[in-house]
């Protein structure tokens, strides 16, 4: 069954660095979000992208972070100077159409900002 | 603003047993909603996702349910495997916004 990859499944940073979170979406999906989820709340939208560019965002998705699609293949999420607070899981998903039945989420990045 | 109430927060049940996940929702005009199984430290996986026209849908021992009026849904689980533990999550995508919004989820523990 088709897969959405994230790399790493882990990360550590200091607070302040930048961070790239990578997802490798279902090859024939052509919508790509980013999701958080911090230790023990729901899950949060972070934004959405098609066409290479970005459809919907939340008001958690500020200057600080910024999405790419750099090749055919990889969707990334980049945090330029990271907070303590960003400390979550990060979950990449990908779907063939906008409102589709079915996203499949990756198994997610785990942040850590010390 | 959009809001998804799961109920109850956590449950506990022996295997073999059945159970009942409440979700209530706020937001229209309705457009979809779905229930998602999450085991920790992974990403949410589909269960059901139900429209306007279904008021019921299962997937195996899955069941859910949806009341457009009263803007509730639920999980029911049938004969409870210890696999099932994990945390349900309600998400609903409504209100004309292709956002979704979610709840916090249900952590089921199914005890042998």
Not at chain 1, 61 to 68: A, G, L, N
Request: glycine fraction near 6%.
């Amino acid at each position: 069954e088709p897969e959405v990859t994230q790399t790493p499944s882990h990360q550590v940073t200091q607070m302040g660095q930048e961070v790239i979170l990578r997802c490798v979406p279902i090859s024939n999906h052509l919508y790509f979000y980013w999701y958080r989820q911090i230790l023990g709340q729901k899950v949060e939208f972070l934004v959405s992208f098609y066409n290479n560019e970005i459809s919907e965002k939340s008001e958690i998705f500020d200057d600080q972070f910024s999405v790419e699609r750099p090749d055919g293949s990889n969707f990334t999420l980049k945090i330029r100077s990271t907070k303590l607070e960003d400390s979550a899981m990060y979950f990449c998903a990908s779907s063939e159409a906008r409102n589709s039945y079915g996203y499949t989420f990756g198994s997610g990045t785990r942040l850590t900002v010390v | 603003k959009n809001q998804v109430e799961q109920s109850p927060q956590s449950l506990i049940i022996l295997e073999g047993k059945n159970c009942t996940l409440q979700c209530n929702y706020t937001v229209s005009p309705f457009s979809n909603l779905r229930w998602y199984k999450q085991d920790t430290g992974r990403g949410p996986v589909s269960l059901t996702i139900m429209t306007f026209s279904e008021n019921t849908k299962s997937n195996g021992r899955y069941t859910a349910t949806l009341d457009a009026d009263t803007k509730q849904s639920s999980l029911h689980i049938t004969a409870s495997q210890l696999s099932d533990s994990a945390s349900y999550i309600c998400v609903d995508q409504s209100g004309g916004s292709y956002i979704p919004t979610f709840g916090r989820g249900t952590s089921l523990i199914v005890h042998p």
